[in-house]
């Protein structure tokens, strides 16, 4: 694997990739999420024709960090991606979104629909969260704009019960392995708290794009942990939506399948990509 920073619309995002000469392959992260969150499976990858490329988005690990909120958007981070793609020097893709990194590519497809040759959506969603309300938004944004991230991490520490979105799979992983618990709190540190401020407001007000993912014409695949429970609804709605679709819920998945259910996650994925035409 080989690791670069790549400059696109003034910032630089830090990249890895495997297989380069391959057939074009891009892995979004998700909110506080980070490029590791797929490396492990690019030489995987790699090995079955594909080069694979796992970004940082803008303002989260390795990428720059701008210091003003007004930086960063979902509509930001899918002009990214565009310009992304351009600068690996690839006509068209196909890309795997997660979480927000999902909310992230349905953005991208449905501006460039002729770039994207075949969509993951993984554990996200076509709007915000049902269960996800504005005054809960509104505390984390105060959080980190009094404390930064650091802060958030420390009360996090401190909280005696788990998170809303913490699923039952991560609970049980980061009770079993406090490396795992100690990676994910990192990741939320290098969150800068800018990004993580607007970001989240963003989410908060974004437009359902339900009925604009009708119109989609490409093979895709919607993958969701069949313990994601805040996001198996709209999963469900979207593989409904997008003509042809195939839906996979992964058993003894959380919101992040790839760890919690490694061998279930990557057969339905490799399947998916091997059927792919070309």
Do not use: C
């Amino acid at each position: 694997m080989n690791s670069r920073i790549i400059k696109v619309n003034g910032v630089d995002l830090e990249i890895i990739e495997d297989g380069v000469g391959g057939r074009p392959l891009l892995l979004v992260h998700g909110f506080g999420g980070s490029k590791e969150d797929f490396t492990h499976y690019l030489p995987r990858l790699a090995a079955t024709g594909w080069h694979a490329v796992a970004p940082d988005s803008r303002g989260l690990g390795g990428s720059s960090k701008p210091a003003d909120e007004s930086a960063y958007s979902l509509a930001q981070i899918a002009d990214d991606v565009n310009e992304l793609v351009t600068a690996l020097g690839w006509d068209t893709v196909t890309v795997l979104g997660h979480s927000m990194g999902g909310m992230v590519v349905q953005l991208f497809v449905l501006a460039h629909p002729e770039r994207v040759t075949a969509l993951i959506l993984m554990d996200t969603s076509h709007k915000m969260l049902d269960h996800v309300d504005a005054d809960m938004v509104a505390a984390g944004q105060a959080v980190v704009r009094d404390g930064g991230t650091e802060l958030l991490v420390e009360i996090g520490r401190r909280a005696t019960e788990p998170s809303p979105l913490d699923t039952l799979p991560y609970l049980r992983m980061v009770a079993e392995d406090s490396a795992y618990k100690a990676w994910s709190e990192q990741k939320t540190l290098n969150f800068a708290g800018p990004a993580w401020a607007a970001l989240a407001g963003d989410m908060a007000v974004q437009e359902d794009r339900l009925d604009a993912l009708r119109g989609l014409t490409i093979p895709t695949l919607v993958i969701v942990g069949e313990q994601d429970d805040p996001f198996v609804k709209q999963s469900i709605a979207m593989s409904e939506a997008i003509p042809g679709a195939q839906l996979a819920v992964v058993p003894g998945g959380g919101h992040s399948p790839q760890f919690e259910a490694p061998a279930e996650w990557w057969s339905v994925v490799s399947g998916f990509l091997a059927r792919l035409p070309g």
